[in-house]
């Protein structure tokens, strides 16, 4: 079974700095999504990826697949960007599905 | 296009009643899965489904079972709920890769 970690656990920036987030995971795998959940609860999928980076809009993604490590940034932060963001992986083991690291909670402050 | 919706949104079960959460996908995704999401842990796979009338067990599948009769549509049902079962719900569909989840359904065993 694969394992996911992520840190830091909490977050709290100032409006307009840059921000990371890390993952690490435990098993070689296809493919590494990053999600973000809103305060209402909502969550929704903003990457998924195998290799490389890929950005949309202020967020960047990336991965290295030999240290079995993966990034995510946002750039220029804004209070909107608050959420939880969570980094997933193929469970594993035989089963298909994700496992889910436990979260970083990002807060913005303007 | 509703996307993935899940009935009812909020619950609240005494110990040892039964329930059905219904999760409806109108994306004809093969793929479905019903995650749930406690405190302090990552969300967790119960069970699966790789397509219509097919499941298997997840990560923590005891207390649960369900049925996909239907493409777009994976029940999951609670035939003696303990109050271990309280959390909020999240069911996804995926063509193969990216999820896309439902709003949740908060539960509360008593």
């Known amino acids: 079974k694969n394992e996911v970690e992520q840190s830091p656990q909490n977050l709290t920036a100032q409006e307009g700095e840059f921000i990371t987030i890390n993952c690490s995971y435990s098993v070689g795998i296809s493919a590494l999504h990053w999600l973000q959940q809103h305060p209402g609860g909502g969550i929704v999928s903003l990457f998924m990826?195998?290799?490389g980076k890929k950005k949309h809009g202020r967020l960047i993604a990336t991965i290295n697949i030999q240290e079995k490590h993966s990034s995510l940034h946002i750039t220029a932060s804004h209070p909107r960007d608050s959420a939880v963001y969570i980094c997933a992986a193929p469970l594993g083991g035989g089963a298909d599905g994700l496992t889910f690291g436990k979260g970083t909670h990002l807060i913005i402050q303007p | 296009n509703a996307g993935v919706t899940q009935t009812p949104k909020f619950r609240v079960l005494k110990t040892g009643q039964s329930m059905t959460l219904l999760c409806a996908q109108d994306m004809n995704h093969e793929y479905m899965y019903w995650y749930r999401q406690d405190p302090g842990m990552g969300l967790r796979l119960i069970h699966y489904?790789?397509?219509?009338?097919?499941?298997a067990k997840g990560e923590v599948p005891d207390g649960y079972n369900v049925s996909r009769l239907k493409k777009q549509n994976f029940l999951l049902g609670l035939e003696s709920a303990a109050p271990s079962q309280t959390s909020v719900y999240f069911c996804?569909?995926?063509?193969?890769?990216?999820?896309?989840f439902g709003p949740g359904t908060r539960l509360t065993v008593l």
């Open positions: 996804a569909s995926s063509p193969r890769g990216e999820q896309f």
């Open positions: 489904s790789v397509g219509e009338g097919t499941t």
């Open positions: 990826l195998s290799s």
